[in-house]
């Protein structure tokens, strides 16, 4: 298997831009999450999915903000209109199930820079 | 809230050993072992779950106090590939999403 899949790695884009990024999980992973990552607040989980279903918004930081998981094997996350505090490391993982018991395989993430 | 990793940094030379504590002050179900080399994603390491078990591969091992809500992460013999940011990640249940801690950044020199 590929692993997750991410693109695109990298993105630079003007404040006030939209951005999509985008993700594969592993084939058969039912559960999928995207991720924040800075240096001030660490590692954050922004949303998750169950069999192509939003469970959990919570962390998604404002209305800006949107994911969707339109079939099993792609989801995007998108920031419209994007801000320079945006600027982070977005990784997506998929799992078998929920974090009890099941680890999370992470794609190799974006880095995103809102200038 | 958050689960807090010490120390939150720690330089070895290769061949000595490190611990890597993890805490929460809730009541947990697992607690799960990543790390992070510099521009790349998190691995998984391990997963221990509620039950006190010690679990281990190679000379990387971890333990589970679920009394306490601890867990540590043992690195015997370090090798120079076991640089890098170690993260715990905390589940208060088997339905529960999982936390991460704030990291342990580790070098490992010559």
């Known amino acids: 298997d590929a692993g997750v899949i991410q693109s695109p790695r990298h993105e630079v884009t003007e404040m006030g831009q939209e951005v999509t990024l985008r993700c594969k999980p592993i084939?058969?992973?039912?559960?999928l999450f995207w991720y924040r990552q800075t240096m001030m607040r660490g590692l954050e989980l922004l949303i998750y999915?169950?069999?192509?279903?939003?469970?959990?918004d919570s962390g998604m930081p404002e209305d800006r903000f949107s994911a969707k998981m339109p079939n099993a094997s792609f989801s995007t996350l998108k920031i419209q209109p994007s801000e320079p505090r945006d600027s982070a490391v977005y990784f997506c993982?998929?799992?078998?199930?929920?974090?009890?018991?099941?680890?999370?395989?992470f794609g190799p993430g974006t880095r995103l820079t809102v200038t | 809230q958050q689960p807090v990793q010490s120390p939150q940094a720690v330089i070895l030379r290769e061949g000595e050993d490190a611990v890597i504590n993890c805490s929460s002050s809730?009541?947990?179900?697992?607690v799960h072992w990543y790390r992070q080399k510099h521009g790349e994603a998190p691995v998984f390491l391990m997963i221990?779950?509620?039950?006190?078990e010690q679990k281990g591969h190679d000379k990387i091992s971890a333990s589970f106090n679920e009394k306490k809500q601890q867990s540590s992460l043992y690195l015997t013999a370090s090798q120079l590939s076991y640089s890098g940011t170690y993260f715990c990640?905390?589940?208060?249940?088997?339905?529960?999403?999982?936390?991460f801690g704030t990291g342990t950044r580790l070098q490992v020199t010559l």
């Open positions: 221990l779950l509620k039950g006190g």
């Open positions: 993982a998929s799992s078998l199930g929920l974090a009890g018991a099941y680890e999370q395989y």
């Open positions: 809730k009541a947990l179900y697992s």
């Open positions: 999915f169950n069999n192509n279903v939003p469970i959990d």
């Open positions: 990640g905390t589940a208060t249940g088997t339905a529960s999403k999982l936390t």
């Open positions: 084939s058969g992973h039912d559960y």
